[in-house]
Structures are given as C-alpha cells and as structure tokens.
C-alpha cells in the first residue's frame, strides 16, 4: 500500500491567521482525494473531498496538483475550534466492481492560538 | 452525529475472551470496513466489504474475524487477542462509486488486559 506524506506539525496559530498544509502522494493512479480532521479521541470526519480543479467551502480551499502529486488544503480566517489533527487521504484506486480502503497521511495537528 | 453506528464504545476483555464489535449503516452503501488506529497514528485498512462480500484482507491475524451478515451490518469478532491489540478500531461505509468518501463510525475503544 503506497504512501500518504505530510508535515507532522505541529502547527501552532494565531486566530484568524491563514494556515497551510500541503502532503504527497507516491502512487501515480489513485484516483480520489480528500482532506478528513480528527479530533482527540474521536473518528475522523470528512472535510472536503479534492479536486484538480480546485474546491472550496467556506474558509477552507483544497487543491489538487496531479502531475507534482500534491495536495494542499488552505484555511483563511481561521478559528479556535479549527484546532485538530488534519488527515491527507488518499483513495488509490477503485477495482472493478469493489472498492478500497483509504489510505492515511500521519496527519497535521492544528492547534489555533487565542 | 455519525450515521454508522458501532457498538460498544468501549470494551475490555481478556487475553482468553471472545467478542464482537458491530457496525451498522442506513445510508444504502454497498462497501464497509474494519480499520485499527492506534494511539497518535493514522487509521490502518484491515478489511474491506464489498456487496457483502470479503474483498481485501489486509494481512490480518485470524485472531481477528470478520462478517457481513447483510448490507447494513458489520461485525469483527474477536478471539485470543493480545494486548498490542487495544486500539481504536473504526467501521467505515462507502457507495462503491468513484470518487466517494467513505463515512466513519465514532469506533469502539478496545483495551486487551
């Protein structure tokens, strides 16, 4: 099962500063991209799924880069509760007629500053 | 709220124990799955359902024991299990589409004495 890179942190933030996390990929042919947090003792919930065209909801903004296997995600005005551990998840691909598990970066943690 | 519910949120067992961890999911989706998170780690892929049927082992012991009774439930049942085996262990559900997430259940916290 290929790799999921990404900065550890962590990442320490002033309130509404603008943070960046970037992470790599190393296979070629996955196909589906997703920025998922996780909160202390709790399951990851889905942030926002990545596309190569660029998405954005809210404050955050996810960008996937295909050649470069790179995937950011950008939170503007950020806020205390934004305070997590920030997975970089890649699906790798989709077998005929099945599907595959994810597979995790490390993860960022997040921690936003009053 | 999550909508996979898992069951029970925490146990505890012995090393001679058998037990079951459940899952379940009213979302229609065709895929589930069993995931390990260990303390400070990222989720580990242990199995994958697809249309009720075992398509990826990832190498897990036989100690661990998956079921997918019907489209709707998950099961793990446990037997012998060692004590490196406490985790957070998560249940997953996905449509079997391109492009979808998968959909997370709150997990049971396992603790192996």
């Known amino acids: 099962r290929k790799e999921v890179e990404q900065d550890p942190g962590p990442f320490n933030v002033p309130e509404g500063a603008t943070v960046a996390f970037n992470c790599t990929y190393s296979?070629?042919?996955?196909?589906?991209f997703f920025w998922y947090r996780q909160d202390c003792r709790k399951e990851p919930k889905l942030l926002m799924s990545?596309?190569?065209s660029g998405n954005e909801d809210g404050r955050f903004t996810a960008q996937l880069n295909r050649a470069s296997q790179y995937i950011s995600l950008l939170i503007r005005d950020s806020k205390l509760s934004d305070s997590a551990t920030y997975l970089c998840?890649?699906?790798?691909?989709?077998?005929?007629?099945?599907?595959?598990?994810?597979?995790f970066g490390k993860g960022t943690h997040l921690i936003i500053q009053p | 709220d999550t909508e996979v519910t898992q069951t029970p949120k925490h146990l505890v067992m012995g090393m001679t124990n058998k037990k079951s961890l459940k899952c379940e999911q009213h979302?229609?989706?065709?895929?589930m799955y069993w995931y390990k998170q260990k303390a400070k780690k990222p989720p580990e892929l242990m199995f994958v359902?697809?249309?009720?049927?075992?398509?990826i082992n990832e190498s897990v012991p036989s100690r661990f024991s998956p079921e997918c009774p019907n489209s709707s439930l998950l099961n793990l049942h446990l037997h012998a299990l060692q004590p490196e085996d406490s985790a957070l262990y998560l249940c997953?559900?996905?449509?079997?589409?391109?492009?979808?997430?998968?959909?997370f259940g709150d997990g049971t916290r396992l603790s192996i004495l």
């Open positions: 296979n070629s042919a996955s196909q589906s």
């Open positions: 979302m229609g989706h065709r895929a």
């Open positions: 359902y697809s249309y009720e049927k075992l398509s």
């Open positions: 997953a559900s996905s449509q079997i589409v391109h492009n979808q997430p998968q959909h």
């Open positions: 998840v890649v699906n790798p691909s989709l077998p005929r007629g099945g599907a595959d598990g994810l597979t």
């Open positions: 990545v596309y190569s």
